[in-house]
């Protein structure tokens, strides 16, 4: 059964840093997604994304961080000078479609700031 | 889009038991999503019921929805330890931005 896979599964950065956190979607899906977790806390929307460009972000979706979909595989966040905050799992998703869709979710990528 | 409030907060059962758990929003859907996250890892949909849809079923999963009550719930018959997990609903109009509450934290033991 297809799957989102996720790189790393664990990255430790220090604060200032940038990191990328890298997905694999579904390959027929079209629309993609970040959320993320904060330890003992709500999963949160990040960000959506279709046809190479934003849809949808969310108010923690700030300059500090940016998508992309580099190639016909691949889709990145990039979080540029990291703080102890953003410290959390991030998880991926992608979608066939948009409205009446399910969304398939990715393990998630544990990142630490320290 | 809107948060789905789940109840109870936590349940705890036997295997072989039933386990319901409720969901409450508040503005129109287009649909509901039942998700289900085992400790820590990612999210796994479950059941997409619509807004026209009063009851769907899913292998040991039975979802109603009501909208005149603006409620939704799922029921998992013959529970195993297996469905030890948070289960969470996600109400969605005109978006497909989910938005996630506390869940339901649903412990099964053996």
């Known amino acids: 059964e297809p799957e989102v896979t996720q790189t790393p599964s664990h990255q430790v950065t220090q604060m200032g840093q940038e990191v990328i956190l890298r997905c694999v979607p579904i390959?027929?899906?079209?629309?993609f997604y970040w959320y993320r977790q904060i330890l003992g806390q709500k999963v949160e929307f990040l960000v959506s994304?279709?046809?190479?460009?934003?849809?949808?972000k969310s108010e923690i979706f700030d300059d500090q961080f940016s998508v992309e979909r580099p190639d016909g595989s691949n889709f990145t966040l990039k979080i540029r000078s990291t703080k102890l905050e953003d410290s959390a799992m991030y998880f991926c998703?992608?979608?066939?479609?948009?409205?009446?869709?399910?969304?398939?979710f990715g393990p998630g990528t544990r990142l630490t700031v320290t | 889009s809107q948060q789905g409030e789940e109840d109870p907060q936590a349940l705890s059962i036997q295997e072989g038991e039933n386990a319901t758990m409720n969901c409450s929003y508040k503005t129109s859907i287009n649909n509901l999503q039942w998700y289900r996250q085992n400790s820590g890892r990612g999210l796994v949909h479950l059941i997409l019921?619509?807004?026209?849809?009063r009851e769907k079923h899913s292998g040991r999963l039975r979802v109603t929805l009501d909208t005149s009550k603006k409620s939704s719930s799922l029921l998992i018959t013959a529970s195993r330890a297996a469905d030890t997990a948070s289960y969470f609903c996600a109400p969605l109009q005109n978006t497909d931005k989910l938005i996630f509450g506390t869940g339901t934290r649903l412990q099964v033991f053996p």
């Open positions: 998703a992608s979608s066939e479609g948009q409205l009446s869709y399910e969304q398939y």
């Open positions: 390959s027929n899906h079209l629309y």
């Open positions: 019921i619509r807004s026209n849809e």
């Open positions: 994304f279709y046809n190479n460009e934003i849809s949808e």
